[in-house]
């Protein structure tokens, strides 16, 4: 008997007895027994199908939670993925399905959390030292995640006493935290023009960076992720005994990072945040050494950089791991780093990876390609600048990404023809006999990427057909140089086909997952954005596998 829970498959074998009619008939007799809830359900086979349920998997019998099989039955159970068993119990008499997820991991827990759409996180409130010419001024300080109007560590901060003739004049200054044993850079950004004795407005700034406690003996570095994609991941397993598809491994240098969702499937923030475009902590993250010995912050440092912009490219728009916590070998928090760097607000943008099938493979094999190129000496640079290239190409802003896109191939056409395989020489590359569409075949081609416009890309097509140009990489070139080298004759053509332009910009975006993905010597399912409604799930194998 088999059961499907979120892409694994649990299967039970029932010793001593025949899986028959009989026995469906007395599962679902018990059905009718067992409370129903809207989420945790198990599938069984055998038993009737709903409608719109694949063949095969069928009869809604009751939630995880709650469902029992009891008898006088020897039971055999465990998970397997694509007929690889993954764990295997045995029980006799009653059964309790909860107890099949035990030997699932337990889900990440984060330190902050986002209730509520760009709701404002505060991180620490207490006495506070404020720097004050040559002098420190004694208060109390809050210090607060900031979302709006852009992501920033803002601190408020008033004064012990009341003085009349206190004034802070707005610039740089330096804020000391007896609590946290911590001081920091600050900029002071607006304060009252004088503290009067009834004056309720504080002096207001940010902070760049603050640090406290030890980060130089971490068993762990948990980190919090914010606006990422709610991808299909490996099963774990929640405080109440349910289990979930969320989770993503990923491993490179002896480091591994663990991946879950902090925000539970279904949650009425998973749903309004893509309509409303603002911000919130959507996972959490762990990184450890593989053989679990400690390490430093510093000695994370450049694994944690890399991670920003794989979940960058992951997701098409910026985000980076914040508010690290780093850990014991107790799970205590030892020490803290508080530092954000670029983040973008939540929005529709797709990307290679799949939305609509488990991707924790996926996610691994082509995070282990991609940190092999950044911490290479050929590709090292390259990848960091085609990735930023690549986000900023995603925004949707369509002149400016078709400009910026092709800025990204002439980077990773000079780094694989010239510098890795020295196909193209240096004097070659510069000079005048070979144009830019002539390079970015031949490094279209070094890839097996199709040079062929997809058909549904009509309007492309006909631009270039029209004006008589070869294939995809002339195509986009001529667009681009339209824009960029903007004469009347090729701004008409470009009105004349409205569509070419946003084309080129969809052809152009394809053409860049699939080169950062040979990048990274990637050969499984991905996104193909050029196939006709795609939307995340039009997924397919790379050309070059």
Known sequence: ?????????????????????????????????????????????????????????????????????????????????????????????????????????????????????????????????????????????????????????????????????????????????????ARAEATVTSTPMLFWAHETRPAEGRIDQLVFGRLDQCTRIRFHLPNFSFFLGELVRNALGGASSERAVLEYGGFRTILDRCILRGDELENALPSDGGYAITHVGTVERVDGSTFSYDDAEA??????????????????????????????????????????????AMSWLPVSEPVSDHMLRVFAGYAAAWFSPTWGGAIRTATELYVEASTGDLEKSVIIAQVAFELLAWTRLVQETAVISPKAWNGKSMPFSGKLRRLLQSCSIPLSIPPTLNDLQAYCTLHKLADGAEGIT???????????????????????????????????????????????RYSNRTIAGWRGNEIVTVPWS
């Open 1 to 181: 008997m088999d059961v499907r829970v979120n892409g694994l498959r649990i299967w039970l074998q029932f010793e001593g007895c025949d899986f028959k009619a009989e026995t469906q008939r007395t599962l679902r007799k018990r059905r009718e027994n067992l409370s129903f809830t809207a989420t945790q359900r198990l599938w069984l086979a055998g038993a009737s199908r709903p409608k719109g349920r694949e063949r095969g998997v069928g009869g809604r019998i009751g939630p995880v939670s709650q469902m029992g099989l009891r008898g006088r039955l020897q039971v055999r159970w465990g998970f397997r993925d694509r007929n690889q068993v993954l764990s295997e119990q045995s029980t006799a008499g009653p059964l309790i399905m909860k107890d099949m997820f035990e030997d699932l991991p337990l889900r990440l827990s984060p330190v902050y959390e986002t209730r509520t759409i760009s709701a404002p996180i505060v991180l620490h409130e207490g006495p506070c030292a404020l720097g004050h010419s040559t002098s420190s001024l004694a208060g109390n300080a809050s210090v607060s995640l900031e979302w709006l109007p852009y992501p920033r560590l803002a601190f408020r901060w008033f004064p012990s006493t009341q003085d009349h003739s206190l004034r802070i004049a707005p610039g740089p200054t330096g804020v000391e935290f007896p609590r946290l044993g």
């Open 303 to 348: 694994m944690l950089d890399c991670l920003g912009y794989f979940f960058s490219f992951c997701r098409a728009a910026w985000t980076v791991p914040i508010l690290l916590c780093a850990e014991d070998a107790t799970g205590r928090a030892a020490g803290q780093r508080w530092e954000l760097k670029r983040i973008d607000r939540y929005k529709r």
């Open 478 to 524: 001529n667009v681009r140089n339209a824009l960029v080298h903007p004469s009347p004759t090729k701004r008409k053509r470009l009105h004349d086909s409205p569509g070419a332009a946003i084309q080129a910009w969809v052809l152009s975006l394809w053409y860049l997952d699939l080169l950062l993905l040979n990048v990274c010597a990637y050969k499984g």
